[in-house]
């Protein structure tokens, strides 16, 4: 609150501080605060804050930089849902009964009324089977399962079991990996989507950043002073004051002994 937009008013001084690691994630996040701050306070303090913070954004990930496949639980279920609709051409009037959704406290996906559209050919033969419907095994994907298809047997004592049909199994998950393929073709296609969705990805996982060290304000009180230490050295040193876990990962000659000491 307060204390946040005071210490941040005063940044260049935080910056060789402890404290000020306290700052180095959610950085979206609180740039969002302050400019609601701004917002509401046009004549407030808030405009250096919205610069600083503005200026140390991590840099935005691309598309192209993003993996993501049907089954990513950062993807809504209503984008979800939309592919589903128009890789089977889901008729608007059972769109009711077949839905896309998700929980966060279980992580689990379910596709409610997969026999609805029970007279659908993309859903029973272009991207399902006579044993799985489309529906069932966009399902399946989406909790990251592979699709198989057991057949009811008699074992030697009278038992029912479940037996593996492999011959099934193979053309199912054939029909499985055409649905994958589609999606990672289709998530990017659109503008709008695009935007949104790195947009997204972004915020939740693109937020931090790494923590940066500078020893230029360290003086070295008592040291020869024909050392002078390179910046990278003063740098390592301020990890070492500050940081507290601190590996000298340099290279043969960069100076780690005279770090060190």
């Given at each position: 609150g307060a204390l946040f937009g005071e210490f941040l008013q005063h940044a260049e001084i935080a910056a060789?501080?402890?404290?000020?690691?306290?700052?180095?994630?959610?950085?979206?996040?609180?740039l969002a605060l302050a400019k609601a701050a701004q917002t509401a306070d046009p004549d407030g303090p808030y405009a250096v804050n919205v610069e600083a913070l503005t200026a140390a954004q991590p840099?935005?990930?691309?598309?192209?930089?993003?993996e993501v496949r049907l089954g990513s639980t950062w993807i809504p279920p209503e984008v979800v849902g939309q592919f589903m609709y128009q890789l089977l051409n889901t008729p608007s009037y059972r769109k009711h009964k077949i839905k896309v959704l998700f929980s966060k406290y279980t992580a689990i996906w379910n596709v409610t009324g997969k026999s609805e559209d029970y007279d659908n050919t993309a859903a029973n033969l272009t991207y399902g089977t006579k044993r799985i419907n489309a529906y069932k095994i966009i399902e399946e994907t989406l909790n990251l399962r592979d699709v198989r298809i057991f057949d009811n047997a008699i074992d030697a004592n009278g038992n029912e079991i479940r037996v593996l049909n492999k011959k099934e199994?193979?053309?199912?998950?054939?029909?499985?990996?055409?649905?994958?393929?589609?999606f990672r073709d289709w998530i990017w296609r659109d503008a709008d989507r695009r935007r949104e969705l790195t947009e997204r990805?972004?915020?939740?996982?693109?937020?931090?950043?790494?923590?940066?060290?500078?020893?230029?304000?360290i003086t070295f009180t008592g040291m020869n002073p024909e050392i002078?230490?390179?910046?990278?050295?003063?740098?390592?040193?301020?990890?070492?004051?500050?940081?507290?876990?601190t590996l000298l990962a340099h290279e043969v000659g960069a100076g780690k002994s005279a770090t060190r000491s």
């Open positions: 060789s501080f402890e404290a000020f690691f306290q700052l180095y994630s959610g950085w979206r996040e609180k840099t935005d990930l691309q598309a192209g930089d993003i199994t193979v053309i199912a998950q054939q029909k499985q990996q055409a649905i994958k393929d589609a990805y972004n915020v939740l996982f693109n937020s931090t950043r790494p923590r940066e060290y500078s020893g230029a304000h002078r230490l390179r910046p990278h050295q003063r740098d390592a040193i301020a990890h070492i004051l500050y940081g507290g876990n």
